[in-house]
């Protein structure tokens, strides 16, 4: 079992940033010795949950068109954590933020508690 641990949410206002991170614990060599994928989806109220962004290395990277441009998406494995960058931030990013690690790029196969992101017009 992995188990992911968010953190780094909060309440900002339109044009801020943040920066959450995930650390994963538990049976984590899988994660990083075969190289799985790690991610962040997010959940707005009454939306189906979306994916934000994933990463697999340092140039294996990819993003939704809607924070392409503003988020950025990293990992260090070293610390088994995985991070996102958000600026420029709109109240349409107002959601709770999963993160995920998986085999694939959409196989997600853990996920964590969540942390919720609160954007103020």
């Known amino acids: 079992q992995v188990q992911l641990v968010e953190s780094g949410g909060g309440l900002v206002q339109a044009g801020g940033s943040l920066r959450l991170s995930c650390t994963a614990s538990g049976r984590i060599s899988s994660i990083n010795v075969m190289g799985w994928y790690l991610g962040w989806y997010r959940q707005a109220p009454g939306k189906q949950r979306e994916l934000v962004a994933t990463?697999?290395?340092?140039?294996?990277?990819n993003y939704t068109d809607s924070v392409k441009g503003r988020f950025t998406i990293s990992r260090d494995n070293a610390k088994s954590a995985v991070y996102l960058q958000m600026n420029s931030l709109k109240p349409e990013d107002t959601a709770i933020y999963y993160c995920?690690?998986?085999?694939?790029?959409?196989?997600?196969?853990?996920w964590g508690q969540g942390t919720q992101v609160t954007v103020s017009s």
């Open positions: 995920t690690a998986g085999p694939g790029r959409l196989a997600v196969r853990y």
């Open positions: 990463i697999l290395s340092g140039t294996s990277v």
